[in-house]
């Protein structure tokens, strides 16, 4: 039976893994723990195990330290990190190293034997240490820095899932992840640990979007349990797919808790895009709510601020006019709540690409796109 070892600072977490799982039924020995690096090493020395579990954060010597020291005392010993933490720098240097599987807490007891079993099976990966795909010809993998590696386009994704559809999902999911196509999903476990790191930034970004409307975390087991289950480039796209689809869905309760109030400021602002000092705080008081939780509010609703909505709205006022009036440019600009005609045509320039003059000349036959933009109204 392989012998297994754990390193965790926290009690609880050392007895439950010691009690609540029948290591001899599951094939295994639980051989030890210890609640520190520096505890650990000299019984891992004595003791010898197959496979070594042990947290990132601890005092004195923490995992990813331990796993190093480990790693070169039994080049041959399989390496489970746990981590209650998120970042990917994490997973970065525990790649480093060559650890075979990084697991987020909390972790259940079948989480931890479905791990075990997965690393029991390997072959002795460190004795030939293979770099993941693509990296090979750059650089050693365990060297001191870790190579450029294939990557997810993570600005251009979080950006599509704040304005993009489901019709525009898998063309633009395809682009976004093209480099994750040289991702070695069967032996390299970067890919991986690049969706964990993206799937928690797009949870975080619920929160701070959706607020209490939503509970992303009550998803976070099962994104990753469908992580761990990627062995294909294709398959990688259709977990982003799926986790584009919860954000939708995320943002579509948010809105339809929130449908009746923004329809309202929508219409104040309508009735009142003329007066110039029109404002934020001015539409709060309308429908009769803090001007911070209404700013909040529409962005998360919308995918614009309301300084946005209220230029857009304002422009598009001007457009009108402009095509079914010989008003002048400076009335037109009065009319839709600019007092300063050079502001409003600057305005007016950036936001349709247009010179006033031009725009009454083709804008019939070619109207333009607003480009969305935020500053002054």
Known sequence: MKKVFLVDDEIVIRENMRTCIDWE??????????????????????????ILITDIRMPFMNGLELSAIVRKMLPGIK???LSGHDEFEYARQAIRIGVEEYCLKPVSAEDII????IVSAKDHPHEEKRAPAGVADRAGFLGDDLPDQPGIDRAGYMEFLKVGTPEQKETHIRRIAQDLRNVDWESSLYGFFLLHDLTVSVFREAKE??????????????MKSRISSIRSWE???????R?????????????????????????????????????????????????????????????????????????KKAMELLLSTGAKSYEIASR??????????????????MTIRDFRKRGRVEPPELRREGGRH
């Open 336 to 353: 839709v709540g600019y007092q300063d005609s050079h502001y409003f045509s600057n305005v007016f320039k950036r936001m349709t690409g």
């Open 114 to 117: 479905r791990v075990l079993k």
């Open 243 to 315: 986790l584009a689809e919860l954000f939708w869905h995320w943002r579509s309760q948010a809105s339809d808790r929130y449908g009746a109030l923004i329809a309202r400021v929508k219409q104040y602002v309508q009735e009142h895009y003329g007066e110039e000092g029109l404002s934020l705080n001015d539409a709060a008081k309308h429908v009769n709510v803090s001007p911070s939780h209404l700013s909040k509010v529409f962005s998360q609703v919308t995918g614009m601020t309301f300084i946005e909505y209220l230029m857009e709205t304002r422009i």
């Open 209 to 222: 979007q959706f607020g209490e409307h939503v509970r992303p975390d009550d998803w976070l087991q099962e």
């Open 25 to 50: 039924k599951e094939g295994f020995e639980y051989c030890g723990d210890a609640p520190d690096g520096e505890m650990a090493l000299p019984l891992i020395e004595k003791l010898k195990p197959d």
């Open 235 to 241: 398959e990688a796209c259709a977990y982003l797919g």
């Open 79 to 81: 390496i489970i990190i």
